[in-house]
């Protein structure tokens, strides 16, 4: 399996209060990704990263932030969770080229009260 | 922009039954399509690729799935399913367009195989 982790699995937040959520990867990987998956929306990309300091907006990036100082970690940030920011958020990693597979973490799931 | 829809939020199936996904792409560059398969409780694995060359890809589990230009289509197929296949299934594009990859997915299709 690839070497993605994802930090926490789990956790509750109160609206207004910030939230990081960690992707690590031990694969060196170029591209990472973050997504949400809600019932009836599949998968929708958040941000994603192409490089070190390289990153890009999803579909979905209103009221996320993401930063990746380092190749193995990317991070997400919810500046002021709200509770329609309940979710299970997904990090995925890929290689370098346009047809590579990609892997993913086992999710975190976020609610926010 | 490249984007994937897939026609059917939930397929109920008999076991040993044959079972069609169906997914449809739109890009204006040249694709490479993905199905991912996620079971409860958990992150999504690779079923199959489609790259370039034969339109009949093999994946894993006894899946497969048909690339087709002229319909923009990549409908994954299995011939006899098994109870263990009740999962969601994810179809996925990336596209050939400048410095970034995105990789896009579909709103899934739940399969649910029953005796």
């Known amino acids: 399996d690839a070497g993605i982790t994802q930090s926490p699995r789990h956790k509750v937040t109160e609206t207004g209060t910030p939230v990081t959520l960690r992707c690590h990867q031990t694969?060196?990987?170029?591209?990472m990704y973050w997504y949400r998956q809600d019932p009836g929306h599949g998968l929708r990309l958040i941000h994603y990263s192409y490089g070190v300091k390289d990153t890009d907006k999803g579909e979905v990036s209103d009221g996320y932030s993401v930063s990746r100082s380092k190749t193995e970690d990317f991070l997400l940030t919810l500046e002021s969770a709200t509770s329609s920011q309940t979710s299970v958020y997904f990090c995925a990693i890929r290689p370098t080229g346009w047809n590579t597979e990609a892997f993913f973490g086992q999710g975190t799931r976020l609610t926010v009260v | 922009a490249q984007s994937v829809t897939q026609l059917d939020s939930q397929v109920p199936v008999f076991e040993e039954a044959p079972v069609e996904l169906r997914c449809n792409y739109s890009?204006?560059?040249?694709?490479?399509l993905f199905w991912y398969v996620q079971y409860p409780n958990q992150g999504l694995q690779l079923l199959l690729k489609y790259l370039s060359g034969s339109t009949l890809v093999k994946g894993i589990n006894g899946f497969e799935a048909e690339f087709n230009k002229s319909q923009t289509s990549f409908h994954l197929r299995k011939p006899s399913v098994h109870i263990s296949d009740t999962a969601e299934y994810f179809c996925?594009?990336?596209?050939?367009?400048?410095?970034?990859?995105?990789?896009?997915f579909g709103t899934g299709t739940r399969l649910q195989v029953t005796l």
């Open positions: 694969e060196n990987h170029r591209y």
């Open positions: 890009s204006s560059v040249s694709v490479y």
């Open positions: 996925a594009v990336t596209a050939n367009t400048g410095t970034a990859s995105k990789l896009t």
